[in-house]
């Protein structure tokens, strides 16, 4: 039997929360190999485990996977997260971009210059009410159904609810006139393995702050 996944970033949510996300959505257990001090990025990429010289980087099945949008496709695969065929397929990319688009602009709002912040983060309401929640709460209303492609569970609807998340975290009254996404993520978030991932103490790395950036900066050498 393959042993656990085991995930290799610092402690801190990045480019891998939604690997952890999508693990844990599956219910499958993984272990985390922190990246401390630019000597443990150093071994990994010395030992030829870094394919680009980066992580996110996931052991999984005898191979060490890089790129985190790679990554997460094996995942979903594996767990019939992927839809049942290539048009359902096309959908999920479509949406799981569309979700990837905005999850960057809030993941890059911490390490904004104060100065910026303000513009950026009225920046990203904006798009986020009048783009976004308003484009998945339409493919919601369009098909009547509780997921957003053909009515069972994909990595779009794990990936659009953990954005949620980071949404409500910024200001939770931007879900308020989206009806169906604050009942897709009610639903996703009761599924057990999903609510397991939720409950304090698990691997879900908290909001960052400015200990995480220097963290961060600290292994990264940014």
């Known amino acids: 039997m393959a042993g656990k996944p085991i995930l290799h970033y610092f402690n801190g949510r990045g ?19 922190f990246i ?31 790129q985190t949008r790679a990554i997460l496709n094996y995942i979903a695969t594996k767990h019939n997260l992927y839809g049942k065929d290539m048009k359902e397929r096309a959908l999920i990319d479509m949406y799981s971009e569309g ?4 999850g960057e602009m809030i993941m890059h709002l911490p390490l904004c210059p104060p100065a910026e912040k303000d513009a950026k983060l009225t920046l990203i309401r904006e798009k986020t009410t009048n783009r976004y929640l308003p484009a998945f709460e339409n493919v919601l209303k369009s098909h009547g159904q509780d997921y957003l492609v053909g009515n069972k569970l994909s990595r779009a609807d794990i990936h659009l609810v953990e954005l949620l998340y980071y949404v409500e975290e910024l200001d939770p009254s931007l879900l308020a006139s989206f009806p169906l996404l604050k009942a897709l993520k009610a639903r ?28 961060a900066r600290k292994a990264f050498k940014f």
């Open 15 to 33: 480019r891998m929360e939604c690997i952890r996300w999508l693990l844990a959505a599956a219910g499958v257990e993984f272990e985390e190999k």
């Open 36 to 66: 401390e001090k630019p000597e443990d990025l150093d071994k990994l990429k010395n030992d030829g485990s870094l394919m680009f010289q980066q992580v996110p980087m996931v052991e999984i099945d005898g191979m060490k996977l890089v």
């Open 99 to 102: 979700v990837a688009d905005l």
């Open 188 to 215: 996703v978030s009761n599924l057990p393995a999903v609510k397991k991932f939720l409950q304090p103490g698990s691997q879900r790395k908290p909001p960052t702050d400015e200990k995480k950036i220097e963290e």
